[in-house]
């Protein structure tokens, strides 16, 4: 029996307390899963009922015990992609299905049947060298692809499906035999041990159950492959790790103040997607349900069934199994084949959609705190980065700034004049971001509530009341997300005319959106609350984080028109919640360690679909020693989203109060991340377009390079760009591994190139933040930093050029007025092209739809690689006229500088070197 144990809760604790949060024992439908042990499974298909039909195969499985009889729907979706669905042929009521993840119903692509005898379905799939194999008994699916097994499902026999039953007191009235079977064997079970059926106990918190238990469950394999990644969010490795008994990846939104680290507990935000690579293939795993998951995951030899019998020639290859485990709603599970991680990426970008292209301020340098105090407090911090000399763009201000915690409201005594502030910040050419929760105070003296409340939008508890509970302000309700109702009103709350206060300048932070809630079981709703459509919260529980930064976004954009892109950052996150903003990493603590693991956690993030990800710089809690605060800058400025943050109890941490020296080294920092603004926001509108990861692991890159796959100490910024932040104290050197055996290495601060590839010790100081550029790259930078991104507008380029080893380089650019929708909807962009070829160095259009005029030159272009001095170098102009270019060469770092260059951004152009 679990223990009745109260559960205690304080938010000041220094770590987490983990006996406030389940771990997989505490989990009735993991117990009741773990009952069934691998082996064969107990489904098989009705090979007689198979279907085809325009966009699917439909066909029916029976459990041989209960009889209940399963529909499997497969369906081959355009680019590479299958998808399963397993619900019951007629539930007592409908199962939950996520809505609004997908972008769009896909696009499906007929399949056909090839055989169908002998207990075997062999579908194939006309336009692509795509076969399933589904066997009828046991029911199990293998996906091929040209020839080769992928991934097979439901091999190990755990495709696990609770079929809705009526309640325990109802059930002598229903009549139906074979419902009733299984759960009388349950409920056999349930006297001896607690499988929470109806209804589940945690400490003193009870959770009843209405609809009794619904979970569902399936394995899938591997094949090749012991590499597997994803599944965000866990404070743990890049590799996911091999699970043991009772210690699942758990995917449950959960607001887990300074989690451990190294731990696979559910924490903010959860993206049910997993991807596994092998050097000739990566494949995914999207598995869309937004209840409580579970994931287990097994890396084993595997002696393949197919292997010829004589033993002596068996091939021993890895394989990793999965095991899916979800409370409840159905089975939907798409298969995505690659074949490699580029295509992964698109592939489930085509279903959950790619990043919001950021506004360009966004990916400047952001203060926070909890709390800035007041205005005066505003105003200084602001004059504070100019007195130092250092960029950034935007200031936070935390639930401090409100009028007792009432969202949308300013404390009338330190926020007097919130529009005055936000004008002198406006002059400044910089931003505000104010935090947004979901809860609201119960106060029916505060609009916002007492409009929810008469509408009818909060969350409602199991007797229909309005779901209470406690957060920041007190007693509060929630608003329901799920209810697009309510996410049109609460868009519309970010009306100029609504937000008393608001200017265009200022831009929102969702916290708490787990949704956290005080002295309640686990910190959040309780599973039995009721949403929009009649469904419990624990259908929903993992995208309401999603689906209020979605509210939050299009508020924004309607406040402007529809004309500008907003920007939202959110800590609790689902599949898909790129389109909508940003996500941090939340309370993470002011120790190494977690500025170490940021990055597996950032990376993970990434290859999950979300780009715009970052870690609080600095720590959240506690108080960070100057050399980790610094290391910390240094890391962040290489990271896509980069905001310092302090817990209210840490002491101030302004960049400038660390004494003359780390002051020096954080603006170094901060302005390297100006300078590469023009990378950064091309790698975004590729991330946007493309769905390439801005920051990405090693082996996305070199797929092919075994030494890559497990490493989590550097990563790839874009393609061109390695970064090894310096992540342990007092270090002198660090190692670097420069993977692949052609591949020709520069240092980007120092221009040296770095002859072996392979792992290199090197020195570092204070100052250093290890950035290597890869030959056959070009890196668009400005010349020089301005107090924000707006005052840097005009500002020169330098194209940072690196020759590989066949004296070659590409790249590019991309630039629009960095705040609007024009882009989009005037073609209002510029996508530039530069190639470095049999020593001509050329700027073309990438894009010929883009028309955006601009002033901007490229002033200057370094050379990395160039073997010998030239004799003269040109420039030709598309009017045909040549110009000599002042140079300058550097024989001992081989490296050609032309300066002085004045070649407009947009124009073609071409560079000979003789
Ligand atoms: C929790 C968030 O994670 C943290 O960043 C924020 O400062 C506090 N809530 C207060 O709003």
């Given amino acids: 029996r679990l223990l009745k144990r109260s559960v205690f809760f304080s938010v000041q604790d220094e770590a987490v307390d983990k006996s406030n949060f389940k771990n997989?024992?505490?989990?009735?439908?993991?117990?009741?899963?773990?009952?069934?042990?691998?082996?064969?499974s107990l489904y098989q298909a009705l090979l007689d009922s198979v279907t085809l039909c325009n966009d699917s195969v439909k066909l029916q499985i029976i459990n041989e015990k209960n009889k209940v009889p399963l529909l499997v729907e497969i369906y081959a979706i355009e680019g590479n992609i299958f998808r399963l669905k397993i619900n019951e042929v007629s539930p007592l009521k409908s199962r939950y299905e996520v809505p609004d993840v997908l972008i769009k119903e896909p696009t499906t692509q007929r399949l056909s049947i090839a055989q169908k005898e002998a207990g075997i379905l062999v579908l194939t799939c006309a336009s692509e060298d795509r076969k399933l194999h589904i066997t009828a008994n046991p029911f199990q699916i293998e996906l091929e692809s040209k020839g080769e097994t992928v991934l097979s499902v439901n091999t190990n026999g755990l495709l696990y499906?609770?079929?809705?039953?009526?309640?325990?007191?109802?059930?002598?009235?229903?009549?139906?035999?074979?419902?009733?079977?299984?759960?009388?064997?349950?409920?056999?079970?349930?006297?001896?041990?607690d499988l929470g059926l109806w209804q589940e106990e945690f400490g003193s918190f009870l959770d009843i159950k209405a609809n009794g238990p619904s979970s569902i469950g399936l394995d899938f394999s591997l094949h090749g492959c012991e590499h597997v990644y994803g599944i965000p969010e866990h404070a743990e490795t890049l590799l996911l790790k091999n699970t043991s008994d009772d210690d699942a990846y758990r995917l449950f939104n959960l607001d887990v103040y300074g989690h451990k680290i190294h731990d696979k507990m559910g924490i903010y935000g959860s993206v049910p997607f997993l991807l596994a690579h092998k050097p000739n293939r990566t494949s995914g795993i999207f598995w869309l349900n937004s209840s409580e998951t579970l994931v287990e995951i097994n890396t084993k030899a595997h002696v393949p069934s197919r292997s010829p019998p004589d033993i002596t020639k068996q091939r021993v290859v890895p394989q990793t199994d999965v095991r899916w485990m979800s409370e409840s709603g159905i089975i939907d599970v798409f298969l995505l084949m690659g074949p490699n991680p580029f295509d992964i990426f698109k592939q489930y970008a085509q279903l959950t959609g790619t990043q919001a292209l950021p506004p360009l301020f966004s990916l400047g340098y952001h203060q926070c705190r909890w709390n800035y105090e007041d205005e005066q407090d505003v105003k200084t911090v602001d004059a504070g980065f100019d007195e130092h000399d250092i960029p950034y763009d935007v200031i936070w201000l935390d639930i401090e700034h409100t009028e007792g915690k009432r969202y949308f409201t300013w404390d009338k005594k330190k926020f007097q004049h919130p529009k005055r502030m936000q004008e002198l910040l406006t002059r400044k050419k910089r931003k505000l971001v104010v935090i947004i929760d979901p809860h609201i105070k119960v106060d029916p003296m505060y609009t916002l509530y007492s409009q929810a409340k008469k509408k009818g939008y909060f969350v409602k508890n199991r007797t229909g009341q309005d779901f209470e509970g406690i957060c920041w302000p007190g007693s509060s309700s929630y608003l329901d997300f799920?209810?697009?109702?309510?996410?049109?009103?609460?868009?519309?709350?970010?009306?100029?005319?609504?937000?008393?206060g608001s200017t265009d300048i200022l831009f929102v932070w969702n916290d708490m959106n787990e949704p956290s809630v005080f002295k309640a079981a686990e910190l959040t709703m309780q599973r039995d609350a009721v949403h929009h459509g009649n469904w419990e919260h624990r259908e929903v529980h993992n995208l309401y984080g999603f689906y209020?930064?979605?509210?939050?976004?299009?508020?924004?954009?309607?406040?402007?028109?529809?004309?500008k892109r907003p920007f939202v950052l959110t800590r609790?996150?689902?599949?898909?919640?790129?389109?909508?903003?940003?996500?941090?990493?939340?309370?993470?603590?002011?120790?190494?360690?977690?500025?170490?693991i940021s990055i597996p956690m950032l990376l993970t993030i990434s290859i999950a679909g979300i780009s715009f990800c970052g870690a609080d710089v600095g720590g959240f809690i506690g108080d960070p020693e100057p050399e980790l605060l610094v290391r910390w800058y240094q890391a962040g400025a290489y990271q896509p989203f980069f905001r310092g943050h302090a817990n209210i109890e840490s002491k101030r941490r302004e960049p400038w109060l660390f004494g003359d020296?780390?002051?020096?080294?954080?603006?170094?920092?901060?302005?390297e991340r100006y300078t590469l603004l023009p990378y950064l926001y091309s790698l975004f509108y590729r991330a946007h377009t493309t769905a390439e990861p801005v920051m990405r692991p090693l082996w996305v890159e070199f797929?092919?390079?075994?030494?890559?796959?497990?490493?989590e100490d550097e990563y790839m910024l874009g393609n061109a760009l390695l970064v090894h932040p310096v992540i342990e104290q007092e270090a002198t050197t660090v190692n670097v591994l420069l993977p692949g055996s052609d591949e020709v290495w520069y240092d980007f601060r120092r221009f040296r190139r770095l002859d072996y590839p392979g792992t290199l010790k090197i020195p570092v100081t204070l100052e250093s933040i290890p950035v290597f550029q890869r030959g056959g790259g070009v890196v668009p930078l400005k010349t020089t930093v301005g107090r924000s991104t707006e005052w840097m507008t005009d500002i020169s380029y330098e194209l940072r050029v690196a020759l590989d080893s066949k004296d070659f380089a590409v790249g590019e650019l991309y630039l629009d007025d960095g705040h609007s929708f024009q882009y989009l909807h005037k073609k209002q962009f510029l996508h530039r092209k530069f190639t470095f070829h049999k020593n001509v160095f050329s700027?073309?259009?990438?894009?010929e739809i883009g028309q955006y005029h601009t002033k901007c030159v490229v002033e200057r272009v370094l050379i990395l690689g160039v073997q010998k001095q030239p004799t003269s170098v040109t420039v030709s102009l598309h009017d045909g006229k040549d110009k000599e270019v002042v140079f300058t060469y550097d024989a001992k770092s081989s490296m050609l500088t032309l300066e002085k260059l004045l070649l407009n951004v947009g124009a073609d152009w071409e560079i000979h070197i003789k």
């Fill in 482 to 500: 799920t209810n697009p109702d309510v996410r049109e009103w609460y868009a519309d709350q970010f009306a100029f005319k609504s937000y008393k």
């Fill in 843 to 847: 700027s073309s259009c990438a894009d």
């Fill in 703 to 711: 797929p092919k390079e075994q030494e890559t796959f497990g490493v």
């Fill in 548 to 563: 209020q930064q979605m509210a939050t976004a299009e508020g924004l954009i309607k406040r402007s028109g529809g004309q």
């Fill in 572 to 596: 609790s996150f689902f599949a898909g919640s790129q389109k909508y903003g940003a996500v941090w990493t939340g309370d993470n603590v002011a120790e190494w360690s977690y500025l170490k």
């Fill in 24 to 40: 997989c024992n505490h989990i009735a439908f993991y117990r009741r899963q773990k009952l069934l042990h691998p082996g064969k």
């Fill in 161 to 193: 499906f609770e079929h809705l039953q009526p309640p325990p007191q109802n059930r002598l009235a229903n009549n139906e035999e074979g419902r009733s079977l299984d759960q009388s064997n349950l409920d056999h079970l349930e006297n001896q041990e």
């Fill in 661 to 671: 020296e780390n002051t020096r080294i954080i603006r170094e920092a901060i302005r």
